[in-house]
């Protein structure tokens, strides 16, 4: 499952294909293995992969950590059962904000986002179906920019020299790993999934948290789930690599009615690139800014200033945190 970098355009699917099946019933055996599927692009594909290589020996699960976008859980499990895979969805609010109280270093939450999905919630999930393998949709640029110390992406173990088999008590397979998001896309059109799975925008693992500067709350994460949704409805049609809503934390001077408010502020942010290695933010027009501010503001009377950010990747990253 390691090797080289697989550019999109030297992509072989068929081959590659064939390849990772063969990989995958390797390593499972005659026995079953887990996934994790957020309904993103990476863990879609090696979803519909796994399935390939394993069919009903493999156990598809959607954590519900109550971190996703408005009706995500439901969207996802429909998507996939016109695809012939079923998909299990597992509430786990409770443990995932349980798990970020009080926290607002970006690290320490993503951290705590990591040790909740595997040592809690996926390990409980490996001893009760009996496997000894869990597939998930790690990219070569989540190591990347892991490794390189940008920001911890909570899917990348082996290459910061951990060992899932130790710390969590199972293995971790990712067939995807020498790919970038364009050859991920190219794969998942090549195993027949929906234009509307492999195409979507890219989504983070932390979900929403990372959406969020400072401390991760259910309120804060009703306000960015409801500003999500009008970004992603005004910005849908156009070609951006990626969109999102960020909430930030600091109070901000508004008014309401005359009177002074302390409100809150949302953060646009819309990219193009490639492969999310560098970004530049797209050249929306005007008008699209002033009405998608204008609906947040009406639609989310908690906030009362919205920014649109203008700097490029790098210095700044994709997501907040």
Sequence with gaps: ???KEIRAEKLNTDQFIQEQVKEIRKAVGKGVAVNALSGGVDSSVVTALAHRAL??????YFIENGLMRQGEAKRVQALFAVQGI??????????????LSGLTDPEEKREAITQTFYKDIFRALVD??????????????????????????HNVFEQLGIDPKKAF????????VQLRKDGVRKLGRALGLPESLFNR???????????????????KIRLV???????EKFLGDTDAFQYMAILHD????GMREGKREFGRQIEIRCWDSLDARTAKPTRLSYETLEKMAGKIIRDIPEVVSITYNIATKPPSTIEAI
């Design 128 to 153: 009760q179906s009996g496997a000894k393998v869990l597939l998930q949709g790690t990219i070569l640029t989540d190591v990347d920019e892991t490794v390189a110390g940008i920001k911890r992406q």
């Design 201 to 219: 925008i890219p989504f983070p693992g932390p979900a929403l948290a990372a959406r969020i500067i400072g401390e991760v709350t259910p309120e």
């Design 169 to 176: 008590g199972y293995k971790i397979l990712e067939p995807l």
């Design 1 to 3: 499952m390691k090797g």
């Design 250 to 253: 600091d109070r901000v001077t």
């Design 55 to 60: 069919g009903d020996r493999l156990k598809t």
């Design 225 to 231: 789930r409801k500003a999500t949704v009008i970004v």
């Design 86 to 99: 079923p998909v299990e969805i597992i509430p786990a609010q409770k443990a995932f904000f349980k798990a």
